[in-house]
């Protein structure tokens, strides 16, 4: 099978990486996937010229709160007098934004602790080990909760940026494990030998050498990981744990649940974008582990 994946590459002049692009292209589940992120981002970059409406307006004047779908409304209006298709817009934007935020923080925690201890291993590696053991025993769930009630107690406020950060730094150890399992796969290899032959030292070996071997298992762990992290942002906000005034998609659930049989329209929607969000990052991260599985094995 290498030797094939190598002729091919010598045939078409392609990188490794460009090898992994031509055979996710053939994945049509993983375009669609690539399809439906690359939409609510644009929806969430493009919020203010797409959204027909100010999402903090209330139609209350015009007797429009809790109306069904219609030509002027399409997703119909909240029991507040809000536009529900301007909100699940612009709850976009923070959707995405806690995603992303919270998984680069995560990365920037779990890749040097995790590459780190794979390599040094002995007490430092056990010490690392048993730190993960002790935020996965807690229920990290729990965790999060009480630290973003005492951040707003703190500060007398909510903050999206907050929860990306709190959820971000318990979100750790999962990938600090994958990425050591990798690095310890690696680190008894030819070309880390030959590493250490010219003088190379550990810092250089571990982020010039054997991390680059790690990077397709991180780049598929946080698409997943920004689809887990939406929908824990979701889960937060549908408990009361955040700002009504903020567009969320979790607040909109939380807000129509009373009149879901009469009014299903204020959480059906959310709920919705919700599903279509994370699909679209599972299915994306689907096609780049078989895209990149050559690489992995390598």
């Not at 139609?59 to 507040?80: N, Q």
């Not at 925690?109 to 291993?121: D, K, R, W």
């Not at 999962?174 to 050591?180: C, H």
């Amino acid at each position: 099978m290498t030797e094939v994946n190598n002729q091919e590459q010598r045939k078409k002049g392609l990188s490794q990486w460009g090898l992994a692009w031509q055979r996710f292209k053939r994945n049509k589940v993983a375009l669609i996937g690539m399809v439906m992120v690359g939409s609510i981002v644009f929806l969430a970059i493009f919020a203010p010229f797409i959204s027909p409406y100010d999402p903090d307006r209330r139609w209350f004047v015009e007797g429009l709160a809790r109306t069904p779908p219609s030509s002027e409304h399409l997703f119909g209006v909240d029991k507040i007098g809000r536009d529900v298709f301007s909100n699940i817009i612009y709850g976009a934007r923070n959707a995405l934004f806690v995603g992303l935020v919270s998984t680069m923080i995560t990365l920037i925690i779990a890749v040097p602790v995790g590459a780190l201890a794979g390599y040094i291993g002995g007490r430092f590696d056990e010490l690392v080990m048993r730190l993960a053991d002790a935020f996965i025993i807690f229920p990290s769930y729990l965790l999060i909760l009480l630290s973003i009630k005492v951040f707003s107690v703190l500060v007398m406020g909510f903050s999206v940026s907050a929860i990306a950060v709190i959820i971000g730094f318990f979100g750790w150890p999962g990938i600090a494990r994958l990425v050591r399992g990798q690095i310890r796969m690696l680190k008894n290899s030819d070309f880390v030998e030959g590493a250490k032959c010219i003088g190379a030292s550990r810092m250089r070996i571990i982020f010039r050498h054997l991390l680059p071997g790690v990077i397709p298992l991180i780049m598929t762990t946080s698409m997943t990981a920004i689809a887990g992290r939406i929908m824990m942002l979701v889960s937060i906000t549908f408990l009361g744990f955040g700002d009504p005034t903020v567009q969320d998609w979790g607040a909109m659930i939380n807000l129509g649940r009373e009149g879901l049989l009469t009014s299903w329209w204020e959480s059906l929607f959310a709920g919705l974008a919700l599903f279509y969000t994370t699909l679209g990052f599972n299915l994306t991260a689907d096609g780049m582990s078989d895209a990149l599985k050559p690489r992995l094995v390598r």
